[in-house]
């Protein structure tokens, strides 16, 4: 850490650094924004520690004591959290922001996330003064965490699993591997929808197009050019889909037994990481000065991957349901 660096000030600037990014209208404050960016920039830091998951833990169990609270128990309602790829684009952001932040504390990661913690009790008293109880919005915090860092290890390890057995033991190729990981995105939305008609067009629900871009900026965060292309010669509408059956069953059950041993049994939640999945991967495939595989080639093919999947999966639920 630089000598010139005061603890009180900085704090002061990371709390105002979130509010500011967070802030509506007439000085109001988007208090879930700020909890979901908040978790972002915790759960970097805890990327820092060599066993994350054991800094989680602790992390929690600080708050408590700071907070004098223990976070509320029970279920969360579905309507308390945004959607799971709301959750990820903002906390991304905060992600974003923590890594400006560390340029002078990249050797005191301790006392840095020390630093987080007072600010981060310090934003949860200001939310209970707005109104919101203590305990709940320690628990959102929480959520927002989990999930955060849980996508983030989801997407490392499902690229590992695709990376060594699929790749490696039996011989997929790269734009197999982005294809397959799409795919699976694509039918856990399409089954987390409980799709009761056939898919109906001209144009793609929201949900598919904001897990497409889960995927789109991951690979460009990753260094893959952004652009329109990510569309480029898909088949018309009225065309026939080609969902990739045969990549998908053979990956599915190897996804299925990692996402058990997770405990990430929330389809939308396993939509959104097989979607980052898929991104470090094209990103593996069509970045760099020599891509294996050109970006025009690959983005158009992992879309595909995942809007065929998705488009069959719906028609087949809704002749199931009839």
């Known amino acids: ?48 520690f060599d066993n994350p998951d054991d800094a989680l833990e602790a992390t929690y169990d600080q708050l408590a004591g700071l907070l004098k609270c223990e976070p509320r128990v029970g279920p969360v309602a579905v309507q308390s959290l ?38 981060t009790q310090n934003i949860i008293v200001r939310l209970e003064e707005a109104g919101q109880p203590r305990s709940e919005v320690f628990r959102l915090f929480i ?20 990376i060594d057995q699929k790749i490696g033991s039996e011989s997929w190729s790269l734009p ?32 598919l197009d904001q897990v497409a871009y889960v995927m789109t900026q991951e690979a460009v965060r990753l260094g893959i050019p952004a652009g329109t292309d990510w569309r480029f010669g898909l088949a018309a509408n009225d065309c026939a889909v080609s969902a990739p059956y045969e990549l998908i069953n053979s990956l599915d059950p190897c996804c299925r037994e990692f ?25 593996v495939a069509a970045g760099g000065e020599i891509p294996e595989i050109e970006p025009v080639i690959a983005k158009p093919l992992a879309m595909a991957a995942m809007t065929d999947t998705y488009k069959s999966v719906c028609t087949q639920e809704a002749i199931l349901s009839c």
């Open 176 to 207: 197999e591997g982005i294809s397959g990981l799409s795919a699976i995105a694509g039918r856990a939305l399409a089954l987390s929808q409980n799709a009761c008609e056939v898919f109906a067009v001209p144009s793609l629900p929201d949900n």
């Open 82 to 119: 945004p959607p799971s790829y709301v959750i990820d684009y903002e906390t991304e952001q905060g992600r974003s922001i923590a890594k400006c932040l560390f340029e002078d504390w990249l050797d005191c990661a301790h006392e840095f996330h020390e630093l987080l913690l007072f600010v």
């Open 259 to 283: 996402f058990d041993a997770m405990g990430l049994h929330n389809l939308m939640d396993q939509s959104v990481a097989c979607a980052k999945a898929a991104g470090r991967m094209l990103a």
């Open 1 to 48: 850490m630089s000598l010139l660096v005061d603890k009180a000030d900085f704090a002061v600037h990371i709390y105002h650094h979130l509010m500011s990014h967070a802030a509506l209208a007439e000085e109001e404050i988007d208090g879930m924004k700020l909890i979901q960016l908040l978790a972002g920039i915790v759960t970097e830091t805890l990327l820092l």
């Open 143 to 162: 959520e927002c965490t989990n999930r955060c860092l849980g996508y983030e290890i989801a997407a490392q390890e499902l690229c590992d699993i695709v």
